[in-house]
């Protein structure tokens, strides 16, 4: 019993310590009163160099969290236990958030290097007029393919995916409505339907990739491409280029018929504390040299026009990234569906999941 | 009597709050649709769309081949811990891999079962040709036994460590052979420990998700899966909570079939 009060009284002790030491350096973030903004991003998506620059030259301290996917991000700022001053959810996540009043409208006029962004990439569907978001990356979907296995022009279009010499080949993302769409494109339908019919012919078709499907995974994706575990592989461009840095075999290709065109934005959450610390990050994030600096270290592709003449040649003109102005009319952005056609969405994709080779 | 009472109170809280109050909310909210409208469709899509009873039946079917495994292996180290030297030694490196996360874990398997993996290496140096081994049932079965093996082993070896040995001699004493006293003495009065290792590894086994996804390559689809994706994906709660509802009823047919029964005398026989 002595010795059992003695382990608690020594838990307890050490306890205490812990929570004086948190407590100090929370104290100490927060000493420096409003010279502070909270990031809530995507894990492993900005040049760390760039927010150091950021806290050096204008003395805000940037704390930064993040999250790995647009639901678990949705979750929490509705929850508003933290108050982020940044977020940055795709498209359709802004569309959703905007509905549910939980963005703050831009002040253009705090924001005058909005104008570098090109404005192919401006007034989209999602957000019209840019009054809630400012795009930060955007890329597509397409297909990664290893040339060791594959010759390139085996892999060009999404319909050759079916073809049985990938028999247990190919890695899908674990995503319902990115697999949906790559059974849908090739029938001529919008990634954006509503049509259950459509669906249903959709998810029919998508069925019968199944014995092509090594697996279904998310973020590993990456690590399995490099690894040569699989051939092909449907994903996202920023993954892609990640892989492609880590494996000089990989390639990617954006199928000409069309495919889902992406946007990361940032936003400014209602919950916000610091606005002007907010505002300060975003133009000097829209800063030509910044964001050429940002993209050269992710990979993905920049909406900022005037960045890309900073950018080395060979990222600038490479089609995998930045495709043809031809290849870019026949890219689709996803619309925020209502809540019943998403569940369809992932009542197909799970019984294609569950669908036995 | 009153004093008592004041006792339990932290008690009482707890199991309500912690409790009865979680498990209330998630059958208050497996009667809701995805648009938030009072239904009992949930259930019905449940029982109807074949698609969730192929699973249940399917995770049933994996927790129950992971149980039996685990049982296979535990019950044989349990034994043998038992009767060596420095038994709290053993027992403590049995139960030093829990302390890393399951994540690392089941990455480290990844490493040994891909395509150039460790195993695959060797496969190819002794001539037998590399494999796919990921993404298979037998891969997910093995990690997932892994896995749970040390909450199998602890509970039996408890038993066993608790087991008086003069019973065993006794046995002996009396004729019984090695197997005899095995089977009558021995497996019976150790039972609880089975019991207990059972409910340890099944129930966890029926939800398990972070591995059907990196091992089975979501070929493995089970109950676990299915809650993850509708809660953080299709944010569909109300189908999400219904097999939540689902899972509890099944912990409590396990516990049922595996609860001590009162008349402890008349089970050993």
């Known amino acids: 019993m002595k010795k059992l009060t003695l382990i608690i009284t020594a838990i307890l002790i050490f306890c205490g310590v812990l929570f004086g030491i948190n407590h100090e350096l929370n104290a100490k973030t927060s000493a420096d009163g409003q010279r502070v903004l909270n990031i809530y991003n995507w894990g ?119 073809n049985p010499q990938f028999k247990n080949q190919i890695m ?31 998810a029919k078709r998508l069925d019968q990739l199944a014995p092509n499907t090594k697996a279904v995974v998310a973020d590993e994706i990456k690590m399995y491409m490099e690894q040569d575990e699989a051939a092909v592989a449907v994903t996202y461009s920023g ?78 003109n490479d089609a995998q990234f930045y495709p043809s102005r031809e290849t870019v009319t026949h890219l689709q952005v996803y619309k925020d569906l209502p809540l019943k056609t998403i569940g369809d969405y992932n009542d197909l994709f799970l019984e294609f999941k569950m669908f036995k080779k | ?94 139960i030093l891999p829990t302390w890393i996360n399951l994540l690392l874990k089941t990455y480290a398997f990844i490493g040994l079962f891909s395509q150039n993996g460790s195993i695959n290496d060797f496969l190819r140096f002794v001539g037998l040709g590399s494999h796919q081994i990921l993404f298979t049932d037998a891969s997910f079965i093995f990690v997932a036994t892994y896995i749970e093996i040390p909450f199998m082993i602890l509970p039996i070896f408890n038993a066993l460590d608790e087991l008086n040995p003069s019973l065993v001699n006794a046995s002996r004493d009396l004729g019984a052979s090695a197997w005899q006293t095995f089977r009558r003495v021995i497996f019976p009065l150790t ?25 089975g390559g979501n070929r493995v689809i089970t109950l676990g899966t299915a809650i993850e994706e509708h809660f953080l994906v299709t944010q569909n709660w109300g189908m999400g909570s219904t097999i939540g509802v689902i899972l509890i009823l099944a912990m409590f047919v396990v516990m049922f079939l595996t609860r001590d029964r009162k008349n402890k005398g008349g089970q050993i026989r």
């Open chain 1, 172 to 202: 899908l993302t674990d995503s319902a409505r990115d697999m949906l769409a790559i059974a849908l494109i090739p029938l001529g339908y919008s990634v954006n339907t509503t049509n259950k019919t459509q669906l249903d012919q959709a």
């Open chain 1, 239 to 316: 993954e892609a280029a990640e892989m492609m840095a880590n494996n000089t075999h990989l390639h990617y290709v954006v199928p000409s018929e069309g495919s889902n065109m992406w946007f990361d934005n940032w936003v400014i959450p209602k919950t916000a504390k610091h606005r002007k610390a907010a505002y300060a990050f975003l133009n000097f994030m829209l800063e030509p040299k910044n964001a050429a600096q940002n993209a050269e270290y992710i990979g993905y592709s920049t909406p900022n026009k005037a960045a890309m003449k900073d950018l080395p040649a060979s990222v600038r």
């Open chain 2, 191 to 215: 039972m609880p420990g089975v019991k207990a290792g059972v409910q340890a590894v099944f129930i966890p086994s029926l939800s398990l998700f972070m591995i059907t996804r990196l091992i």
């Open chain 1, 44 to 162: 492993d998506y900005i040049d760390p160099a760039l927010i150091k620059k950021f806290e050096h030259q204008t003395g805000y301290h940037v704390v930064y969290e993040t999250f790995d996917s647009n639901e678990a991000m949705l979750t929490k700022i509705k929850q508003g236990g933290t108050s982020y001053d940044l977020a940055v959810p795709s498209d359709y996540t802004v569309q959703r958030m905007r509905k549910a009043h939980l963005l703050v409208k831009l002040d253009k006029r705090r924001l005058p290097l909005l104008k570098n962004i090109d404005q192919r990439f401006m007034n989209l569907t999602f957000d019209p007029g840019n009054d809630y978001s400012v795009p930060y990356f955007w890329g597509t979907l397409g297909i990664v393919y290893n040339d060791q296995m594959v010759k390139a022009s085996q892999v060009q279009h999404w319909s050759q995916l079916w």
């Open chain 2, 1 to 94: 009597m009153k004093s008592k009472t004041a006792y339990l109170t932290p008690y009482f809280l707890w199991i309500a709050l912690f409790v009865i109050a979680p498990m209330a909310l998630i059958l208050y909210q497996s009667f809701f649709s995805i648009t938030g409208h009072f239904t009992f469709g949930n259930y019905e899509q449940y029982l109807s769309s074949g698609v969730y009873l192929k699973m249940t039946v399917n995770s049933i079917w994996y927790a129950f081949i992971i149980t039996v495994l685990a049982l296979l292996v535990s019950y044989p180290t349990a034994y043998l811990i038992n009767h060596l030297k420095n038994k709290q030694l053993w027992l403590l490196l049995i």
